[in-house]
């Protein structure tokens, strides 16, 4: 009954359910999947399992070690990545008496944390402790050392059909039109739609779709205005923005090239450049020269 209020992912449900009744589950685990596709709902379920805790006290549980990208205090974002003083400072609680007997370290956006901050955390998932879980939350594999990849078991969660998010919607009360909209939107990440279904939330939805429609059929000229509104003055979008910004607009990039076979082979340098642009953004380049190539890209 762990998971029975999760939308989807029944085989890895299945799967952590096994585990945890048989007393098998492994000392870690690497959960891939996109933005909003349920990995943190999964590992909280687990990690509620694995100690026998209520999952609305999981944020004050005393052996629950949890970390993310610190934020910055000038500008309230979210800094790009989790240093190495995070981990080496969980490491070390990992390493003390557990309350419980049992001890979990939760590390959201795992693929940002620094190369020192992998190797520091390498050297416990060398020495596991028997009574220890840590789980790491992922989108890109391939920003992991293949050393921590070795050491933990990886779980990958994909994106589900808009039919089952929309029918998942349904049975938690949202209305037919809400729950079919909020399902399409969400390129079949339950986290997302649930986000959508919120009435505020599908008008800003509704609202972003204009701008990036007007984005992409605009001419270069006023493609390259918006892109320096994203970046500067004050309207500007903040770091988290700006990905959202490039999320929504590889989503609609995307359809286009499956509503048109023909026309749509004319978006490919776009879609190309917007997944380098996020690269770049990620790695702290210009974010103005980043998003300029995509509005010189687009047809």
């Known amino acids: ?16 359910t096994r585990v945890l009744e048989q007393g098998t589950i492994a000392h870690a685990y690497v959960l891939f999947g996109p933005e ?8 909280e379920r687990v990690i509620a399992a694995f100690l026998g805790a209520e999952l609305s006290r999981l944020a004050a549980h005393p052996d629950v070690i949890m970390i993310a990208r610190p934020v910055d205090e000038k500008t ?12 080496r400072a ?49 989108e890109d594999r391939q920003r992991l050392l ?38 399409r939107r969400s390129a079949g990440r339950p986290g997302v739609a649930l986000r959508l279904a919120d009435a505020d939330t599908l008008m800003e939805a509704r609202k972003r779709d204009v701008e990036i429609s007007a984005f992409i059929t605009g001419a270069r000229h006023e493609r390259m205005r918006t892109i320096s ?40 340098p776009g879609l190309a450049a917007i997944l380098e642009a996020r690269e770049a953004l990620r790695e702290n380049a210009n974010a103005s020269l980043a998003l300029e190539r995509i509005a010189l890209a687009l047809p």
Request: glycine share 8%; charged share 25%.
């Open 36 to 43: 909003g596709v349920g990995k943190r709902a999964l590992a």
């Open 146 to 183: 293949r050393t921590i990849m070795s050491r933990s078991v990886p779980v990958t969660l994909s994106r589900l059909s808009t039919a089952g998010i929309a029918q998942a919607l349904r049975d938690r009360g949202f209305a037919d039109k809400v729950a079919e909209e909020a399902a």
């Open 229 to 268: 509104t994203l970046v500067k003055g004050d309207d500007a979008k903040s770091a988290d923005g700006r990905e959202q910004w490039l999320l929504d607009l590889c989503e609609a990039v995307h359809a286009k090239l499956h509503t048109d076979e023909v026309e749509g082979v004319r978006y490919v």
């Open 90 to 138: 969980a490491c070390d609680r990992l390493a003390l008496s557990a309350v419980g007997g049992k001890k979990v370290v939760l590390i959201e956006d795992a693929d940002t944390m620094t190369v020192q901050a992998q190797n520091a955390l390498l050297k416990t998932l060398e020495e596991p402790s028997g009574n220890a879980l840590i789980v790491l939350l992922a």
């Open 76 to 87: 309230g974002e979210k800094k790009r990545q989790i240093p190495l003083e995070y981990v």
């Open 1 to 16: 009954m762990a998971f029975a209020d999760l939308i989807g992912h029944e085989q890895q449900t299945a799967y952590f």
